[in-house]
């Protein structure tokens, strides 16, 4: 079955565990079980984000679009986890205001729909979590020409799917309120201690918080370009200045659009100005394939004379 087939199912499945909460739910008086539903609908809407962005991910570029949709995995990773860290807190405040105004609810409901929720959601977390392991670190790319090169080497930095990791994120998280629904009820069937509710409630939306913000900051620095991939400026400066025609480099931009993708591009000064094609095809491509070993699988390098020598390594846009 292929990746957007078991997304698909996923989808399905959990649609069926909404429909049983709300229903059950109000048959139980369990407001738990009803914000549960309410949780899982908004998961199940990041997932099919996950879904589009999944297909939108598999087209071709076009002139119109050179880099294809290769953002659509960090912009649905940020929109899934900004949505999911909204309806963690809404959760914590509805669980916070349960706490101070307890209603008394039939428990068996809650432990019964709980329970299935629970191995549903944690059988698509499970799924959503090996599809993005196994979707790291294996990018094939063809060269195009001698001064913009997509290495077709295999990256050797494994990197999760930021969007399959999000919607897992909000399967996990749905996974783990279903358990603090059926604990809850548990309790309160046993020994009537309905304020367990806002408790566990509040502690695992507090744990998906702290487990969901390096996605949140992840993503979000990469849909603004900012460098966030493994190499330091003392390595590329070693990479780059390697060749001992290279004099400086400038007008450099690296950024990281998606998991499997590390783009830079750069300008390399030469001390030497009478250089032949050849020779100066060399010395880029040396620092290319050094900068392939560095996981970047999209090099753009440009040559410049001493005369258009810059101050500064970094663009003055």
Request: hydrophobic fraction near 45%.
């Amino acid at each position: 079955m292929s990746k957007e087939k078991k997304i698909l199912l996923i989808i399905i499945v959990n649609v069926i565990i909404i429909v049983s909460e709300i229903v059950f739910g109000f048959i139980s008086n369990s407001f738990a079980l009803i914000a549960d539903a309410l949780h899982n609908t908004g998961d199940v809407l990041a997932v099919i984000v996950t879904y589009i962005a999944l297909r939108l991910g598999s087209k071709t570029t076009t002139f119109k679009q050179t880099f294809g949709y290769v953002r659509a995995e960090m912009m649905a990773a940020f929109v899934n986890t900004l949505f999911l860290y909204i309806t963690m807190l809404y959760m914590i405040y509805e669980a916070i205001n349960r706490f101070f105004n307890p209603e008394i609810i039939n428990p068996i409901y809650m432990i019964i729909v709980g329970i299935i929720a629970v191995i549903a959601n944690g059988i698509s977390a499970y799924i959503l979590n090996t599809l993005g392991v196994a979707s790291c670190g294996h990018d094939h790319s063809h060269g195009h020409s001698h001064d913009h090169d997509h290495s077709n080497s295999h990256s050797h930095e494994k990197e999760e799917d930021a969007n399959i990791k999000s919607a897992y994120l909000h399967m996990l998280s749905d996974a783990l309120i279903s358990v603090a629904v059926v604990i809850a009820g548990i309790f309160i069937y046993f020994f009537k201690i309905y304020y367990i509710d806002s408790i566990l409630t509040v502690f695992f939306s507090v744990y998906i918080l702290y487990h969901s913000y390096p996605l949140l900051k992840k993503s979000f620095l990469s849909l603004m370009d900012i460098n966030i991939t493994a190499i330091s400026e003392e390595k590329l400066d070693e990479i780059v200045k390697s060749n001992k025609n290279v004099l400086s480099y400038q007008d450099l931009h690296i950024h990281k659009p998606s998991s499997k993708h590390n783009f830079i591009s750069l300008q390399i000064v030469l001390k030497n100005e009478v250089l032949n094609l050849l020779e100066i095809e060399e010395i880029t491509n040396d620092i290319k394939s050094k900068l392939n070993k560095e996981n970047f699988n999209h090099v753009q390098i440009q040559v410049a004379s001493l005369k258009n020598k810059q101050e500064h390594i970094n663009c003055s846009m």
